[in-house]
């Protein structure tokens, strides 16, 4: 069994009252040519992410308990429908001045069956963190999202990830996500880790 460590880091302070992402495209593509993107205008969606996902880990205080839950997205329902998976293997608590989050679950827990998640080699993942998550495709109101990548360079460039061997990607190795990129400092992701390794 392979357990994925998640790390993120903001400039500022984790606010409940924002919302934060953690998404993941569980597609076996090692290419991996489509994954996931915020959604930063109208027609909204979902009001968070667009492009390819499965699954999605999210921190708020719409969450249960701890704030963090992991979701499934519903095949066939336009990323609009979700179904709640339960809590993180283990979750850091995050107090009022904590500027990050950290989270750890089993693969097992996106694919229940062992051996088809033994089988998974490839995803694609992306960090999202936004003030507010707009459905009304008529809201004209701008919201403020940071997402991996930079900005002059593209909207967002998510991370294609192997999960079949033990390894540790971290922001300083890619030089994917920029300080300073939103002017909220609550918002602006300034550092992350990922893990994944054996159980």
Same mark, same amino acid.
């Given at each position: 069994?392979?357990?994925?460590?998640?790390?993120?880091?903001?400039?500022?302070?984790?606010? /409940?009252?924002?919302?934060?992402?953690?998404?993941?495209?569980?597609? &076996?593509? /090692?290419?991996?040519?489509?994954?996931?993107?915020?959604?930063?205008?109208?027609?909204?969606?979902?009001?968070?992410?667009?492009?390819?996902?499965?699954?999605?880990?999210?921190? +708020?205080?719409?969450?249960?308990?701890?704030?963090?839950?992991?979701?499934?997205?519903?095949? &066939?329902?336009?990323?609009?429908?979700?179904?709640?998976?339960?809590?993180?293997?283990?979750?850091?608590?995050?107090?009022?001045?904590?500027? =990050?989050?950290?989270?750890?679950? %089993?693969?097992?827990?996106?694919? /229940?069956?062992?051996?088809?998640?033994?089988?998974?080699?490839?995803?694609?993942?992306?960090?999202?963190?936004?003030?507010?998550?707009?459905?009304?495709?008529?809201?004209?109101?701008?919201?403020?999202? +940071?997402?991996?990548? %930079?900005?002059?360079?593209?909207?967002?460039?998510?991370?294609?990830?192997?999960?079949?061997?033990?390894?540790?990607?971290? &922001?300083?190795?890619? &030089?994917?996500?920029?300080?300073?990129?939103?002017? %909220?400092? %609550?918002?602006?992701?300034? +550092?992350? =880790?990922?893990?994944?390794?054996?159980?």
């Amino acid at each position: 069994m392979r357990r994925i460590v998640v790390e993120v880091q903001v400039a500022g302070r984790i606010r /409940p009252d924002y919302h934060y992402f953690v998404l993941f495209n569980l597609s &076996n593509d /090692p290419t991996g040519q489509a994954g996931p993107v915020p959604v930063v205008a109208p027609p909204w969606g979902n009001g968070f992410a667009a492009g390819a996902f499965t699954h999605f880990m999210r921190y +708020d205080n719409l969450q249960p308990a701890g704030g963090y839950a992991l979701y499934r997205v519903v095949p &066939n329902t336009n990323l609009s429908v979700f179904q709640y998976l339960g809590a993180p293997r283990f979750s850091e608590p995050v107090a009022a001045d904590s500027n =990050r989050l950290r989270f750890e679950i %089993d693969l097992t827990q996106f694919i /229940p069956n062992p051996v088809d998640a033994a089988q998974m080699q490839f995803i694609q993942l992306n960090i999202l963190a936004t003030d507010r998550i707009p459905i009304d495709p008529n809201d004209p109101t701008r919201k403020v999202v +940071d997402a991996l990548g %930079d900005p002059n360079l593209g909207v967002s460039q998510y991370l294609n990830l192997r999960i079949d061997q033990n390894r540790i990607v971290r &922001n300083a190795d890619t &030089n994917l996500e920029p300080r300073g990129d939103v002017p %909220d400092p %609550d918002l602006d992701i300034v +550092d992350w =880790r990922l893990e994944v390794r054996a159980l």
